[in-house]
Structures are given as C-alpha cells and as structure tokens.
C-alpha cells in the first residue's frame, strides 16, 4: 500500500540538513540567533539518531538538546553580553588555524573505514553481548525495552554514576554562581506582583500565561507517562524528568520567576535534587539488605510479592524514578541559578 | 479513507509551500511572522490530520495511536500561535520597524 | 524546509531567525512522523514528537522573553561585564 522508499535518502538529506545547520549556527555573529540556530541543529541530531533507529536516544536529545539546553543558553546570554567579539589576527593565523582542523578531521576520518558494517552480526558489539540481551532480557526481567533493561538493570552501577553526574553538574552551577547578597538578607518589602500597577513586569502577558497554565499539566502528565512506560515504549527516567523539569522552566518563564521561587525555595530544592540519587543508591542497598549483591534487583523478590523477573522489574520502575526525580529538580535548580545570575530574586 | 489521508498531506504541504513563499518575500519582520504561523500551524494540522487518516487505514484502528496524534494537534494548535503572539510582542518591544509604503 | 532555513540566514533582524526556527521546529515534527510511518513503527516516534511539541514552545517563549526584558534587538555590550542586568521598566 505505502510506497517504500529507500531509507538512505532520508539519511543523506538529513545529514546534508545538519552540516548545513552547524555552519549556520557557527558564523552568525549575534549569539541569540547562534543559539536558537543551535537548537534546531540539537533537533537535526535527534532526527537523525531517529531514523538510525535509536528512538531513547532520540528522545533525550530532543529534550535536553533542543528544548533545555537552548533555554539555559538564553539564560546565559541575558545575563552576559550578546555580541561574540572578533577575534584579533591576521590572515595568517585563521589559514593555521585552518590546516590545523583540516588536519584533525583527516586523521579522525581516515579510521572510518575500519568501522565495521552498519548492522554487521559480527562486530564486536553485536557478536560478544548483545545476543545475550536481546535473548535473555524479557526472560530475566520482564522488560520488553532493551534499552531500558540494560541501562538500568544489566548496567546499573552506570546509570547511578550518570545520575550523579546530573547531580554534580547541578551542584557545580550552583556553587559557582550562587551569591548571598546582603540586600537578601535584610525585610525587603514583599512585592504582591497583584497589586502591583500592570506595567511593572515589562512582559507580561495574559495570552501567554493562561496558554501555559493549559500546557503544564498534560506536560507533566506526558512526562509521568514517559517515566513509567518506559519499560515498553521509549522512554524512561532520564526523559521523563527532563520534561518534568522542562514544564516547571515553563512556569517559571511565562510567569515570573518569582512565582516558582514562592513555591520552590533553595533549601528544599537541593534537598529533593540529592533524594533522587539517594533513592537510586537505598534501592541498591536494600538488594544488599535481602541478600543480594548491590544493585541486584532480583534479591528484592523476598521482599516484594512476585517472582524473580517481576521484582527486577519492580527495582527497574524504582530506579528511573529516582533518576526522574534527580534530573527534574536539577533541571529547575540550573534554571534558577543561570536566569537570576545566582541571587535567586528575579531574572529571565 | 486512504484517499483522504492524501488530499489532507498534500492540502497541507501546499499551505506550507505557501508558508515559506511568504517567509522569504514579505517586507517586514511582522508580516513575515503573520505568514509564518498562520500557514505552519494550519499546515502542520492537515497533514497531522491525514497521518490519523493513514494510520487508521493499515491493520485495525489503533486508537492510542490517533489519540496521541490529536493531543499533538492540540498542542500546536494552542502553543504555535502563542508563540507568536509573544515574538510579536518581543519585536514591538524591542522596537522593530513596521514597513509602511513609502518607505522603501 | 531548506527554503525556511534561507530566511534564518538572511533574516536581517534576529527575531526572523526566531520565527524561522520555530517553522523549522513545527515542521520537524511532521518530519518525525512521516520517518515513523516510513519505518512502519509509528508507535515509538510518536512520543518523541509529542515532547518535542511541548518543548519547541519553551524555547519559543525564552527566547522572546528576552527580547522584551531586553527591549533592544541588537546586542549591546555591557560595560560591567557579567554583571547583573539592569531593570528599567
């Protein structure tokens, strides 16, 4: 019925799509259109690795890359200055600088032939484990998403030293920029933003305000849908709490920033960043507790009312929520820090 | 069923021609935002509306399948236009020209 | 969509390459779409472009949020190099 086309056009053109993209983003002076620019070539990405095929990685990239991303870039640029400067030199040094990359890139393509062929059953990676994931997963932990099963099960010590990187990057922006200014800690009078003459907030908007109202609940919802689904479809913690994160910047960009700080403060904030990684790591625990090793769900099964495989499962739902958790309140916290420049009173 | 899909694609991917038509044409930066979001979101929708159609024409009706696909039309349909609305207020804001007749 | 990308080259103010990318997010979606029907798994591609969707918004709205706190196309340096921004109302 369908007329079937061959896959690789799409490919070329995408590829085609994102060269283009790049070049684009690189050589426009003005760094809010560099980044927008950026985005959408974040999005290019994300539909290449679509059609490869790898729809998990697609999804984060589209959520982190081209959504996230792009809104702490913006972040940035608006408390820093908005022009990329030239650089001084010469004609001699950019033609260095030239060979030097054309060099580099040289030298990494002349490797690509060594590649083995795309899908080929003996390959490295194809041939040692990966039938051993793809024959052994559902019978050991019920999972149909290979992906998940074995970013969160098979290799879980990863997937915890991930979160903590998300954890750590978190911590980093926050310690790098948060500034106690002596203004915060005097009574500064309580701006009721509703009282306030309406030409205060110089942007802002009924329309805008009452269309995100609407969105952020499905938004949460979707992302809720994500975490636990993710045993089936793509999807999983790390996604789901990026767009979990994702509807709480909405909030705070639509509405004031203010509005986010009244309900989440900085104390509980980090607190509940740390929890998703303490989550991830008592569940470890807990294996250890029932007589497992660390990080083997399939001990749980003494303690849950199921057999082996549905308790891996079980270990499997409890650890993305924990990576869900971590990476949604991260992505509020950098949000916070990058759009107030660190006092955490007003900013983008 | 299956030729309907096709009149709403095509419907849409004419929209969208004309979408671009009159990005790369208009005058002036508001004109070229009016054009922009009109035709992308009415385009976006028929085609959106034609891969329901498609969908429910291979195998048996999925119909978590074209419900998704509606909650991505409804989406679009209430977040593009938003969108522009608050680029439209950025650009009068930041103090962007409109272009009048004489002054070409 | 090559043709939309032309205006987000050209365009001589940088709120047209806002709009132009905002057409290009929209239509990428549609893109997704038409590479999960061609690959016959619409199922997986679906929930990609329904985030995408959701978040192609954000980007919009951040972006024009800082052009009204801004309220000035072209970029100024700022004399005081990182420090917090200033707000005239």
Redesign the interface.
Known sequence: MMPSLPIWQFDVLLLVLVVLFAVVALSIRNLMGAAVVFGAYSFMMCLIWAGMGAVDVAFTEAAVGAGVSTVFIVSTIYNTSATMRSRPGGIAFKLFIGVVVTLAGVFLLSALPDFPDWGDPNSPANATVAPYYIENSIRDTHVPNLVTSVLADYRGFDTLLETIVVFIACIAIYSILRIETAKSKTDEPEEDTATAPPSYDPSDSLIVRQASRFMVPFMQLFALYVIAHGHYSPGGGFQGGVILGASLILLAISFDLKFILRQWREKPLMLLVASGVCLYATVGLACMFTGGNYLDYGSLDSVLPNDRAMARSHGILLVEIGVGITVMFSMLAIHINLASNGRFDRGL | MEILAYILISTGLIFFLGTTIGLLRFPDFYSRMHAASKGDTLSTVLILLGCICLVSTQGEMNWLLGLKILLIINFIFIGSPTATHAMMDAGNKAGAEPWKKDSE | ?????????K?P?????????????????????F?G???GQ????????????????????????????????E????AN??Q??R?K?
């Open positions: 969509m090559l043709l939309v990308l032309v205006r987000a080259v365009g103010t940088v709120i047209d390459r806002l709009v132009a990318i905002n057409v290009i997010g929209t239509k990428s979606i549609v893109l997704l779409l590479a029907i061609l690959f619409l199922e997986m591609f679906v929930d990609i472009a329904l985030g995408y969707g959701l978040l192609n918004y954000i980007v919009s709205i951040a972006a024009s949020r800082y052009y009204q706190h801004r309220r000035c196309l970029p100024t340096h700022t190099g990182g917090p921004s707000w109302s």
